[in-house]
């Protein structure tokens, strides 16, 4: 009996399953619209952020304003780009101004997913300015700290409401304060040719100068202004190797961490499509050379320069375009003699200096080598061209870009690892010069380069 009952019992349960499912489409719930009552008064982030004032520098205490404001996701911290902060913008298109919080918290992204419309209650909140951006967060002596997980929910309201977040189409020149923590798309860029050499190829952020975040110049194929894309070497994308070609990308529009110059941050690599052919200037091609140089011609490793004059009297020219004084100096690296240049410390904006060789006599199958290094790195600032009439003035000298390897260096002193360019020149005809061209500004395109070894090789 027992057995009996227990079977019609399950043949009624069955009955009753297949009678109120009639088919396998199962039609999804809509979302509820927002019912999220505000007790009190809303702001906007354009107006939080005018409660900062950078001529003092004091940190924001807001208390008894009754005050929120709304915002909108834009930052995801599922890829590890980004970590116990909010980057929020006051609308999903078009958006006006951004703004950064600081929360004591992990995996954001499962709560405050991209696209998500939050409230935030500013009384008990702090505003201060640090790494280039404006940050809510509490106050803690003179810093800002992220928001304990006690206090989250007090001060960040999560409506049921998630828009679509349309990028703000802009150039690298339209870059200005206002668009910082703003969702952002770039296009027409593509990463220097220096980063993404054949069999030569950088990760995202695991190089061995990375240390907290790795940052990857950037260029325009239009304008070849350049950015740095910036990306954490906690992230789990850290070792992928940079896409070749050329394209768009997505990301929040932020500053470095000494707030020298602008970043753009990803939330993942999918943000970044760089699909299309490059865009390089045309570099010198000579083509294959099946007889290969390999006698010296010319050799100059700067032993015993110790002048300019002494540089002068070598027939070398150097000198600063820009007005200013600062040209290719003299120095000493681990007992070596080079010529060292850099726009840290000078005053100069922009400081265009060119270092030019000798005039190279005719000599079958030509080719130049040279050594360069790199230090306190913050961009790629040197490039080398070639002429066959120098008129003695860089300016007024038509020149043919070389494809020289120009090293990526570490943020502080390098005194270990010159890269070395080796340039075939064989389809060039007669007298040649070869140029070096430094194109910083102070204060913050100040990467350091030494160059040494200069040789010329033939048949």
């Not at 202004?225 to 990306?231: G, K, M, R, V, Y």
């Not at 932020?254 to 045309?282: Q, T």
């Not at 050799?299 to 004059?309: A, K, L, R």
Request: proline share 5%; glycine share 6%; with cysteine.
């Amino acid at each position: 009996m027992r057995k009996r009952s227990l079977l019609w019992l399950l043949l009624v349960i069955n009955a009753l399953l297949v009678s109120c499912v009639q088919t396998d489409d199962f039609e999804l719930p809509e979302l509820p619209l927002e019912n999220i009552q505000i007790d009190g008064d809303l702001t906007s982030i354009a107006a939080v952020k005018g409660n900062f004032k950078p001529d003092t520098g004091e940190i924001h205490n807001f208390s008894e304003t009754n005050t929120w404001f709304e915002a909108y996701v834009i930052s995801n911290d599922a890829a590890g780009n980004f970590y116990k902060e909010l980057i929020v913008q006051d609308l999903p298109e078009n958006p006006n101004a951004g703004i950064h919080i600081l929360l004591d918290d992990n995996s954001l992204y499962e709560t405050y997913n991209f696209g998500r419309k939050i409230y935030v209650k500013l009384d008990g909140l702090s505003l201060g300015y640090s790494n280039g951006v404006h940050q809510l967060g509490i106050q803690n002596r003179g810093d800002i700290v992220p928001i304990p997980p006690s206090l989250i929910d007090d001060h960040i309201i999560r409506s049921e409401i998630t828009s679509e977040i349309k990028a703000l189409p802009i150039h690298i020149s339209d870059i200005r304060p206002e668009l910082k923590n703003i969702f952002v798309e770039l296009k027409d860029l593509q990463f220097d040719v220096n980063l993404v050499r054949e069999n030569d190829i950088f990760s995202f952020a695991s190089h061995r100068y990375d240390r907290y975040d790795g940052e990857r110049q950037m260029e325009s194929c239009s304008t070849r202004e350049t950015i740095f894309l910036s990306t954490s070497t906690f992230s789990n994308f850290r070792s992928l190797l940079l896409p070749t070609g050329s394209g768009s990308v997505k990301g929040i529009l932020s500053r470095d961490y000494y707030d020298e110059h602008y970043v753009i941050m990803v939330n993942d690599p999918s943000a970044i499509k760089l699909d299309g052919p490059r865009c390089d200037v045309e570099f010198l091609d000579c083509g294959e050379n099946s007889d290969p140089a390999s006698q010296v011609r010319f050799e100059e490793n700067f032993d015993g320069v110790t002048s300019n004059s002494i540089l002068t009297s070598r027939k070398w020219t150097n000198i600063n375009v820009s007005g200013g004084e600062k040209k290719f100096t003299p120095t000493m690296v681990n007992g070596n003699r080079v010529l060292r240049i850099s726009a840290y410390n000078t005053l100069e904006n922009p400081l265009e200096a060119w270092l030019v060789s000798p005039p190279i006599d005719v000599y079958p199958n030509r080719v130049v080598e040279f050594d360069i290094l790199s230090s306190f790195d913050n961009g790629m600032f040197l490039k080398v061209f070639v002429t066959t009439d120098f008129t003695g003035d860089p300016r007024t000298t038509s020149w043919i870009p070389l494809d020289a390897s120009v090293p990526m260096g570490p943020s502080g002193r390098n005194e270990d690892f010159f890269k070395k360019s080796q340039i075939d020149l064989s389809c060039v005809e007669g007298k040649l010069w070869i140029g070096f061209k430094y194109l910083g500004a102070a204060p913050d395109k100040t990467t350091t380069y030494d160059l040494d070894n200069f040789s010329v090789l033939s048949n």
